[in-house]
């Protein structure tokens, strides 16, 4: 059985950013965008709700590591990283994950 791989996204809802994990980022943006049930509770009130960031990561365990970081990081440093759309082997050695850690199966 093949693993389907995880993305970690950055969108940009009003001005103000939101960091998730997907199987499918182009369903989860519409989602976001639709307002509805489905939507994040964060995403739900904005009028405008853009994909700033996304990268393909691997495995859940890896994508989870890597939002829970990303989350943590000041404003600044998401818009840098946004502005310098790194690989997924660049984004998960800035965020301190190793690289071996995003491919399905890892970990097990």
């Given at each position: ?45 904005a009028r ?61």
């Amino acid at each position: 059985m093949t693993e389907q791989a995880w993305w970690i996204y950055l969108l940009d809802c009003d001005g103000r950013l939101y960091t998730g994990i997907t199987l499918d980022p182009q369903r989860r943006l519409s989602e976001h965008a639709s307002g509805g049930r489905r939507a994040a509770r964060f995403t739900r009130p904005a009028r405008s709700i853009t994909l700033r960031y996304c990268s393909v990561i691997g495995s859940r365990s890896a994508a989870l590591r890597a939002e829970h970081r990303l989350r943590r990081l000041p404003r600044a440093k998401k818009l840098a990283l946004i502005a310098e759309a790194p690989d997924t082997d660049v984004l998960l050695a800035r965020l301190g994950i190793g690289a071996d850690a995003g491919a399905p199966g890892a970990g097990r």
